[in-house]
């Protein structure tokens, strides 16, 4: 199912601060214009315009409110990361933030000085941003200046919005790095092409394969290892002292089911225990024990990605595993988590996979603690377009598992469940390129045709 992952394995992944920065030749130029914008929330909705429009001069105009001036200040740092000249990303304050006349003298104003300040640059605006009176204000003191614009993300789309043609947002102009950037955050640790880990995920691929394709039947396999792990695995407190160093070798309090002994050779033949046919088990380590208790749900998320890439579906950069993210200002919000599972970058949007093996899932405390953190994610960094999938190897019981399925709805979490594992390589290629006739493709149209 796999093509040959190990020669990835050899390659280091690029420096951060490459990451972190846009190609060469974007860096270069600059169209002679003008863009102004409206500061919002949504960083992307003003960043992403200016990416690919690549104006000489950017103006944000702000409201004095505190999110508002958080949000000028961050589009500001991202486009002078990007190559922009400090002097040339000028923010504007003391905008309204209500009543029409008000916003309209202001608007008017602001591009009568910079007429006077550049003359014959054309103007643009950027009518993403602010509130609907902010843009109906602006549009019309802009008019005739020059083009209006309008960032539709989900549809990586630039509106014209006059009779200009639209302009089509390249799907992977922006790399993960660049994305978390936008959000505010930045990765601290990004192991993905580790060697050592790629060259193990890619010889045992084979065994975590069957592991996803057989989850639908391993519900109790699955509850006697993660018991097993645990004991196995060190404990720690919150402030990382050890309360408990890691065990070798744990005897269970009961055998293990007659159908599931295939499987415990398989284990004994990858190397990662030892089991004396009853109930002693020997782990060959740490990082074999972790395995077993679940991180072999993360190396399959980790395979089917590496494979798209491999195949030229999914460039690198694009995506991640077992990443470590912080705030990249003190200004920004720090998050309750700050691990990534796996993340992906495609469309401009953000798509967050989370693995989960263990039984918490499906209790009621232990799916709300895990879907509020999800959540929490989901808002902070990955934004209006971010979306989340849990993946989960157990199988959600009735009752506080319909619970679970109900909560991951309003949290907007989409659930891939046990029996969807061995398709999730074609379900993230779907989510990179929704197909014609996909309900996605359909809402396109429907929207579209409705304006």
Wanted: proline residues 6%; glycine residues 8%; hydrophobic residues 40%.
């Amino acid at each position: 199912m796999f093509p040959d992952l190990k020669p990835f394995a050899k390659c280091r992944p690029p420096s951060l601060d490459i990451l972190m920065s846009s190609t060469t030749e974007a860096r270069m130029f600059f169209e002679p214009r003008i863009l102004v914008c409206l500061a919002t929330e949504q960083i992307m909705q003003n960043a992403v315009p200016a990416l690919r429009l690549r104006p000489q001069r950017v103006v944000i105009a702000t409201s004095d409110t505190d999110p508002a001036r958080r949000a000028a200040e961050q589009v500001s740092r991202v486009l002078i990361d990007y190559g922009w000249p400090v002097d040339a990303v000028r923010i504007v304050d003391h905008l309204p933030d209500h009543d029409l006349g008000a916003i309209s003298r202001y608007a008017r104003e602001l591009a009568g000085e910079l007429q006077r300040e550049h003359p014959g640059l054309p103007i643009d605006f950027n009518a993403s941003g602010g509130t609907k009176v902010m843009s109906f204000g602006f549009l019309g003191a802009f008019s005739g200046l020059g083009d209006a614009w309008f960032c539709d993300t989900r549809y990586s789309l630039l509106e014209h919005l006059g009779s200009g043609a639209a302009r089509e947002l390249p799907p992977d102009m922006l790399k993960l790095a660049d994305l978390l950037q936008m959000q505010g955050y930045r990765m601290v640790a990004d192991p993905t092409w580790d060697p050592l880990f790629a060259s193990t995920a890619a010889a045992r691929a084979p065994l975590t394969e069957r592991l996803a394709r057989e989850a639908p039947h391993l519900n109790g396999f699955f509850g006697y290892v993660n018991r097993l792990t645990r004991e196995a695995l060190p404990q720690t407190r919150t402030d990382g002292c050890i309360l408990r160093p890691f065990r070798a070798a744990i005897v269970s309090g009961r055998p293990l089911f007659d159908y599931n002994h295939d499987l415990a050779h398989a284990f004994a033949q990858a190397g990662l225990w030892e089991w004396d046919g009853d109930c002693l088990f020997t782990f060959a380590d740490q990082d074999a024990a972790a395995y077993i208790g679940g991180g072999w749900l993360e190396e399959w998320a980790w395979l089917c990605l590496a494979g798209l890439e491999a195949d030229g579906v999914l460039p690198d950069g694009h995506w991640g595993s077992n990443l470590r993210i912080d705030a990249g200002h003190a200004g920004q919000e720090q998050i309750a988590v700050n691990e990534l599972d796996a993340a992906v970058v495609w469309r401009n949007q953000l798509l967050f996979l989370e693995c989960k093996t263990g039984v918490q899932i499906s209790t009621e405390g232990g799916s709300q603690t895990i879907l509020n953190r999800l959540d929490s994610l989901r808002r902070h960094v990955g934004g209006a377009m971010g979306e989340t999938w849990l993946l989960t190897a157990r199988r959600l019981q009735p009752g506080t598992g319909s619970a679970a399925r109900e909560r991951a709805r309003t949290y907007r979490i989409r659930l891939v469940e046990p029996e969807e594992l061995i398709n999730l390589r074609d379900q993230i290629s779907a989510w990179m390129t929704p197909s014609q006739g996909s309900p996605e493709a359909l809402n396109y149209v429907i929207e579209r045709r409705g304006r």
